[in-house]
């Protein structure tokens, strides 16, 4: 018994957390539409102006139609054609207006629209830059381009046509619920019957429909993660012929989207025809209870006339209130999506009061520092490292040995959990971001090249460097040559990702934009790992030239690399076990001194 009460409290501890937290991201996301719609408020105003008049205007149509035909006809046989041109010149003009001002207001909320969609793709862009590295390790790059894409046409296609048909057709059926309530309290009082059935339908399409809508969105995410990550991977998928395989599994996920866009459709299936058959049931019964008064002389034939066109006319915007209902909750789903990356705060924030060092000399000092991943074991457990200015440092050790960790940590990809990164004495945590980008500049193994010409890669580095500053860049790590050798020389088009150049190229372009940076650190993070022989002495020669009068933290495996260095620290699981000059450890019994032995033997 007791138990089963304990099962019974956690379910209800879970299910007041689960609505708590839906209500967090109700309200996360409603701060997000009123943080975008607040600089647009004198155009909605000005837009809902518009849309009241101009929906008075079209609801007007029938009571002048009754007018008309009750007065005018009657006064037009007397010979008075006044009540009659009346009417139809002011049917007319309600028409024009109406009609303009619809215009009007399609171009207003397209441009309300367009300014949201502009905002949010620039939030999302920056905040996808601004948060850390950490975020983007553990958030795969598909669900980013999802939450740019996807996400963001589904909110698009809601304020493009949901939000207009909802505006227009909630604000015509209340006009014209007040029109038949002028024109016959009787008919109106039908209506509003046959709301309960319409309102019962409607709920029931709700609490369906939330919960499709939101696997429509997942599903969504799925493929398109799954498509990005097979595109950006595709030479491991060619490798190693996994096609066929993510065939199956791609299949999957486009099966599993299908079969929820399936249960969509049948959602629809009953909730249009549904409202079909409620209008029509509606709108006989205003026909045949007006009938009847007309019979009787309660009621005139331009008034039935009236009634039973608005009576018709107020079911008119329900489909399209359904469609925007499906837009809304698309939108809903991937508006709290965005909102959620949106209001990720970075692990690694800026200073709130930073300190500026406009000049850095290059000394770097871990001090009690200890590390560990979030929610992962201790990487660096109580490290301290004293690297002079000035002075080459080599890392050496077994594949998660910390060495990568170490080099983030200078960096500040990640803040020490414990401890102090300092640069010239000044805690990194600190200095001003733009002191630390210009002080401190890692090379990665992978050396990317974004899309562009050669000259805009290596200007990446210093993005107002003169074409002669870039070309000396070139020549200092040896990169000139095979540069001037491609078709159009610095304006060759690398391609996606460096397509156009070697390995070794794209290191040696890495390089130049690295040396025009001329920051006080390099890091170089196993940059010659994926070279070949001859392609790794070209890079060692831009080395020596870029190291120079600089500090420089050097992770290799390679012990060629090491060569240069002036200190070689060995790391395993996260300390230091042997510290010294590359000849005094090689002359040593120790850890590098084996490795170095082996080395020698594999190039014997």
């Known amino acids: 018994m007791s138990q089963t009460s304990v099962t019974g409290t956690s379910g209800e501890e879970r299910d007041d957390f689960s609505r708590a937290e839906s209500r967090q991201i109700r309200s996360r996301s409603l701060r997000l539409l009123g943080s975008l719609l607040e600089p647009l408020r004198a155009r909605l105003v000005v837009g809902i102006v518009v849309i009241i008049v101009s929906t008075a205007a079209q609801v007007a149509g029938p009571a002048l139609i009754a007018f008309g035909i009750d007065r005018g006809l009657p006064s037009l ?9 009346l009417a139809g010149a002011a049917y007319l003009a309600t028409g024009v207006i ?8 399609t171009v207003l909320s397209a441009r309300i629209s367009q300014a949201v969609l502009l905002d949010l793709r620039r939030r999302v862009f920056l905040q996808t830059q601004r948060l850390s590295l950490e975020f983007h390790e553990s ?10 894409t996807s996400d ?7 304020l493009d046509s949901g939000i207009n048909n909802l505006v227009q057709g909630a604000l015509y059926m209340v006009f014209v619920g007040l029109a ?3 024109v016959d309290p009787l008919s109106a009082a039908v209506l509003l019957v046959s709301l309960v059935p319409l309102a019962i339908l409607t709920r029931w399409f709700q609490l369906r429909s939330q919960r499709v809508f939101r696997q429509t969105r997942t599903a969504s995410a799925n493929v398109i993660v799954k498509f990005v990550e097979t595109m950006t991977g595709i030479r491991a998928v060619k490798a190693f012929r996994t096609e066929t395989r993510n065939e199956g599994d791609f299949g999957e996920l486009v099966e599993d989207y299908r079969q929820v866009n399936a249960r969509v459709i049948r ?23 007006g009938g009847l008064r007309v019979f009787e002389g309660q009621l005139a034939v331009g008034a039935l006339l009236a009634v039973v066109l608005y009576t018709r006319r107020f079911f008119d915007p329900m489909e399209d209130m359904a469609m925007f209902y499906n837009s809304y909750q698309s939108a809903a789903a991937a508006l709290e999506k965005i909102s959620g990356v949106l209001e990720e705060q970075p692990s690694v924030p800026d200073p709130a009061a930073p300190i500026d060092l406009w000049t850095s000399k290059g000394h770097v000092r871990f001090s009690d520092v200890e590390f560990a991943y979030a929610g992962d074991r201790v990487i660096l457990p109580t490290f301290d490292l004293d690297i002079p200015a000035g002075q080459t440092v080599a890392l050496v050790g077994s594949t998660g040995a910390g060495k990568s960790t170490l080099a983030k940590l200078v960096s500040r990809f990640y803040d020490p959990s414990t401890g102090e990164v300092s640069l010239d004495g000044i805690d990194l945590r600190s200095l001003h971001p733009k002191d630390l980008r210009r002080a401190i500049v890692m090379v990665t193994q992978e050396a990317y090249l974004f899309s562009g010409t050669v000259a805009d890669n290596i200007a990446i580095g210093k993005p107002d460097a003169s074409f002669d500053e870039i070309t000396a860049a070139a020549r200092a790590v040896g990169a000139h040559e095979f540069i001037e050798g491609l078709p159009n020389g610095y304006e060759t088009d690398v391609n996606k990702r ?11 372009i890495s390089f130049a934009r690295a040396f025009l940076a001329d920051p006080a650190v390099l890091i170089l993070d196993e940059a010659t790992a994926s070279l070949d022989i001859p392609s790794e002495r070209l890079v060692q020669n831009a080395l020596q030239t870029l190291l120079a009068d600089r500090t420089a933290i050097i992770i290799a495996h390679r012990l060629s690399t090491v060569a240069i260095a002036d200190r070689v620290l060995v790391m395993e699981h996260g300390r230091i076990v042997e510290d010294g000059t590359p000849a005094d450890l090689i002359a040593g019994t120790g850890r590098f001194a084996a490795l170095h032995a082996s080395w020698r033997e594999s190039l014997a």
């Open 77 to 85: 046989m007397k010979n008075d054609w006044m009540p009659l041109a």
């Open 98 to 105: 109406g009609a303009a001002l619809v215009a009007w207001f």
């Open 139 to 148: 958030y795969t790059s598909g669900r980013i381009i999802s939450r740019q």
């Open 152 to 158: 963001l046409d589904s909110i698009r296609e809601l």
């Open 180 to 182: 038949l309530l002028l």
């Open 267 to 289: 959602l629809f299936g009953i909730y249009n025809p549904g409202l079909v058959l409620i209008g029509n049931v509606t709108v006989a019964v205003v026909l045949l209870v």
């Open 498 to 508: 460096g397509g156009r150049v070697s390995a070794g190229q794209r290191q040696l």
